[in-house]
């Protein structure tokens, strides 16, 4: 297993990054579940299923779940992960377009994986970015099999290309 730590725009943000990705957690979570409990309210049925000692239990439940969800980017390990048969991307938060925490991909499914020098910031791929708060002009691509593809800035792009595409062939020989 090879760890490749991810890589922020600069040192400010890399030291911030884990509490920036706590409190983006803690507040998607807390805001969504009060999206919904409003949305409960609005159509009426708060009256019949959020009674005081309910909406109690329900407001400390999602209070315990925001701060669980908080903790996650400080005490978690968070990187590129390339274990034997697939590469993992650890990194505890939510972006705009992935919800997933872990993302595994098998090395079968990856076409090709290359270093992208171009700023990502004004096209449509900034919002793909993996990681929040991300260096924009120093980016991992991986590109799959399907079409999909993952876009994460890490501390050293062009070897954790090398050796991804390195695994791809191995796993290709065998």
Do not use: H
């Not at 990681?131 to 993952?150: I, S």
Request: net charge neutral; with cysteine; hydrophobic share 45%.
């Amino acid at each position: 297993m090879k760890k490749y730590k991810f890589k922020a725009v600069n040192r400010t943000f890399q030291l911030l990054l884990p509490f920036l990705c706590a409190a983006d957690n803690f507040a998607i979570v807390f805001l969504l579940c009060r999206l919904g409990l409003g949305i409960l309210g609005r159509i009426g049925l708060a009256d019949f299923l959020l009674q005081d000692p309910v909406l109690d239990y329900i407001t400390k439940a999602v209070l315990i779940l925001s701060v669980v969800y908080s903790l996650l980017p400080l005490v978690m390990p968070k990187g590129c992960f390339l274990y034997d048969d697939q590469v993992e991307l650890d990194r505890y938060t939510i972006t705009a377009l992935n919800w997933k925490n872990k993302i595994a991909v098998p090395y079968y499914m990856i076409e090709n994986a290359y270093v992208q020098y171009s700023s990502i910031y004004w096209t449509k791929d900034v919002f793909s970015e993996l990681v929040p708060y991300g260096d924009f002009n120093y980016n991992v691509e991986l590109q799959l099999r399907d079409g999909k593809k993952y876009i994460f800035s890490v501390q050293d792009a062009e070897d954790c290309c090398a050796e991804i595409m390195a695994k791809v062939e191995q796993y290709a020989n065998k």
